[in-house]
């Protein structure tokens, strides 16, 4: 995901200030006539800015090998410009997204059936990420997992709707390891593959203290 940054600014590190309060149908109308894109987040626009080199490559990387994985079958890969719109009313540019129910239109800018949403990590980002945007995530009945991706170092942590229908979670992290996908059924990323040509360490330069349930760890050979 981007940074979200006041209106008009774009220091990497800068908070958050929101636009608003507005309708879903004032935020439409308030980011179709604006140059950046803008989320809407309990009734207030944040404007958001590009990411690093590293996530911007990560991100290319992820689509790119997903584009690969879903050519030829029922799903298909959306890299960046679309946005989904949670149960709870809010809207998110998610940086890749998989869906394997009827294409959108042309024109149409919002998924409503996404199996699987994959952020990249930003400093800025973090917390949002893995925090309030998996609740909302994980409240879209089609979502099958929720990917988040680390742009520091090498590791992906991994959301996924087992088959009771709970949320269960995963870090894979190191010098090697596969991410398991859920569509297409039986595909996977390695993390040599999502992070090529990006140089990072194997582990966290620090620990990162987010996730509200325990976790497995899956750790490569470092």
Known sequence: MAFRIPDGQLPDDAPAEPIGPMSYDAYLRFS????????YVG???YAMSGGTLAHH??????????????????????????????????????DTMVSCGPR???????????????????????????????IAYQEIASLQAYL????????VHRHWRDDTGEWQRETISGASGSVPLP?????????????????????SPRPRRVFEQPETTTAGAS
């Open 43 to 45: 009734g207030f626009a």
């Open 104 to 134: 959108p239109s042309d024109d149409a800018l919002d998924l409503t059936d996404p199996c699987l949403v994959i952020e990249v990590l930003s400093p800025s980002t973090a917390r949002t990420d893995l925090g309030e945007k998996r």
């Open 183 to 203: 569509c297409p059924v039986g595909a996977t990323l390695t993390l040599d593959e999502i992070y090529e040509d990006v140089q990072v360490p194997n582990e």
């Open 148 to 155: 988040v991706i680390e742009a520091t170092w090498r590791a």
């Open 32 to 39: 179709e006539s604006r140059e950046l894109r803008y989320e």
């Open 57 to 94: 490559d990560i991100g290319l990387n992820v689509a790119v090998g997903l584009r690969t994985r879903t050519r030829g079958t029922a799903c298909r890969a959306y890299h960046q410009g679309f946005r989904i719109r949670t149960p709870r009313g809010d809207v998110y540019y998610p």
